[in-house]
């Protein structure tokens, strides 16, 4: 059963993990990872597998990105983190994911997928009973909560999205504005107001 985590506290867990430079961590913290930035938590499935490496390069190719936007990225499977190590060192061509740079988390006894409410069900699963769906939270930098989405295992994700969102969140605390539908950087935000609904909607009600 999944459940929702908006305006909580990320649930923290410390796990082994694998870093960005290939280092083996016996033990990463996520609140210590996430401490000022924003956070990326991404759970999928298993490594080795199809859908899951596609999300994990597109993941890594935009890292630079996340990080000018000061966001820590964090990967989390139910393997171990030796496989995780494996898939490195594997190169695309061959279906790896190459030299990925985020922190690849380990969550063999699956607690950190249960806390975060991803758990599949065994006769709906295209993998193993109990692995990650496609999970995907967002936090601020005092790691509440702000976007929760999940995909069923098919559904591989769209990585500009998630800095659109990340982007969006920005904007908001930065100028007080919400971002209408369809929101991109550099387009107007809208004021939480009646008098602010009316004045976006009466200059870019066509541009929705």
């Known amino acids: 059963m999944t459940g929702v985590l908006i305006g909580e506290l990320a649930p ?24 000022d930035k924003y956070g990326l938590i991404f759970f999928y499935p298993l490594d080795f597998t199809f859908v899951c490496p596609s999300e994990l390069i597109a993941l890594s190719n935009r890292i630079g990105h996340l990080k000018e936007l000061n966001v820590e990225v964090i990967s989390v499977s139910s393997d171990s983190h030796y ?4 898939w490195r060192n594997t190169e695309p061509a061959s279906g790896g994911i190459g030299n990925v740079e985020f922190t690849m988390a380990s969550d063999l006894n699956g607690e950190i997928i249960k806390s975060y409410g991803l758990r599949s069900v065994s006769n709906r699963s295209y993998y193993d009973p109990g692995v990650a769906m496609r999970g995907t939270f967002i936090t601020d930098k005092n790691m509440i909560v702000r976007s929760q989405t999940i995909n069923d295992e098919p559904i591989g994700r769209n990585i500009d999205e998630c800095i659109r969102i990340i982007e969006a969140l920005i904007f908001f605390e930065e100028n007080g504005q919400v ?13 939480n107001t009646k008098e602010g609904v009316s004045e976006f909607l009466g200059a870019h009600h066509k541009m929705l």
């Not at 923290?12 to 990872?33: K, M, Q, R, W, Y």
């Not at 496989?83 to 494996?86: E, F, G, V």
Request: hydrophobic share 30%; charged share 10%; proline share 7%.
């Open 12 to 35: 923290d867990f410390t796990c082994s993990a694998v870093s960005p430079s290939g280092e083996i961590l016996s033990s990463f913290n996520l609140h210590n990872s996430f401490k």
């Open 179 to 191: 971002c209408p539908a369809g929101w991109n950087k550099g387009f107007p935000g809208m004021h």
């Open 83 to 86: 496989t995780h190590n494996a």
